[in-house]
């Protein structure tokens, strides 16, 4: 397995993020709203890569799925022992709480409005989950958030819908951005200051 190491990506890679959430609404809107201003962003990618080239968000070839997503649930992991509580919340814009294929998932989902959202526990976080999740969302673009929160939905695992004031508290709490690159192939990553 490749090593990857975050490369900074300045104002072009808040711009990238900012793109991204611009295509969604709920919880993408309430971040950028509330929560999503300073910050800085990188992408995790092997050693190497220039700066210039990993500005090229569009354009894949720099590394594969399966190791960004090895990077994704240890520095998830790493996040949480950080912060003692916390989640990885994935954000299906696509996708509409009646799909059955939502319904059906078994994945910890809760929903606000029209918006369908998949909660992933840190703790519990591994390639297996990860992959669940990424099979069941209808978007292509990955957009998930690490708030330094406890579950929207409580310890249960059944779906449920939250308030706005659930979405608002969970974007002021937003700490990372995660955002689909590289022809979905890697991430950029948003940290608040």
Known sequence: MIKLTEIPLDDEGVAYVDSCLRQGTGLCSKVREISFSGGRAFAPLPEGVSA?????????????????????????????????????IFQDIWAKPT?????NSGLKAFFEGANVYYELDPKAANIYSLNQILRTMESYLFIAMYTDNSSPTGEQSASDFVDELMIEKLARDTIEIFVGAYDQEGLVVWCRD
């Open 99 to 103: 799909d059955p294929a939502v319904r």
């Open 52 to 88: 210039e080239r990993a500005r090229k968000f569009k354009v894949g070839g720099l590394t594969s799925r399966s190791e960004t997503q090895l990077w994704l649930v240890e520095h998830v992991r790493n996040l949480h022992q950080r912060t003692a509580i916390g989640r990885l």
